[in-house]
């Protein structure tokens, strides 16, 4: 085989796995909220925002409430917590195990300055609902027209 | 270790889509555990998003179905989706020393656990064995 074809070969083979590991492949990964199965961010999140609040929804099944640690600074949203594992289940008594369990944290960069003062969050059916008031400055304001 | 595994009916590849309806749904399968215990099985599902009116389990010709529909919480305009919550569907043959009557089920943090118990013939008797 020619070098020039050995060389695209390689190319080709290293691009595949870019795109297989890239965050661009959410065909791949969706539907995959597991933490600690792959290198991957757990957990999930979808950010939505409307004239006053941004909110950040993330994926989070099965995390023990009381280990479920928010904070806000330099306009970052940290979530910390815990998805307990199931206890004394010997390895030979699975049929499936296709759930894991861990510690996790996550910090999630926010589009617009928020009042860390007035965060809360809801955690409901297995995802986590975080609202964050936007500061004064964030508000879009409405600009009177004069018409002359 | 084949004979241990329970099989599903469904192809474990997600998103999928249902075969028996004309529903133009598509469906995730959700990720679950499955053990044994002394009394039976216990099948252990993460089902995110999944309210408990919306949840629709249920058991007949030995099979176990787990459907579930999936609701947003978050209101307002998307900035950013890094997921999409389509609703689940998962299927599994059941061995036949359950006993299908009894089921438990219980849905909490959006985990759904289901205790599956044997029948009572199915279950482990001790002999005691009298010395004369």
Known sequence: MPIVDLDALRREIDRTFEEFWSDRSPRVWRGAFLPGRAARQYPLVNLAEDEGNLYVEALAPGVDPKTLDLSVAQGMLTIKGEKPGLAQVSAEAYHRNERAAGRFVRTIELPAEVEGAKVHADYRNGLLLVTLPKSEKAKPKQIPVSVA | MAEKTVPSVQSETAPTRREDTRAQERYITPPVDIFETKDGLTVVADLP????????????????????????????????????????????????????????????????????????????RKIEVSVS
């Open chain 2, 49 to 124: 998003g999944v309210e408990q009116k919306a949840l629709d389990v249920r058991v007949a010709d030995g099979i176990l179905t787990i459907h579930g529909k999936t609701a947003h919480i978050a209101p307002g305009t998307p900035v950013e989706r890094e997921f999409e919550l389509l609703n689940f569907y998962r299927q599994f043959e059941l061995p036949e020393e359950l006993d299908s009557e009894k089921i438990a089920a219980e849905l909490k943090h959006g985990v759904l656990s289901l205790r599956l118990p044997k029948k009572e013939k199915a279950k482990p």
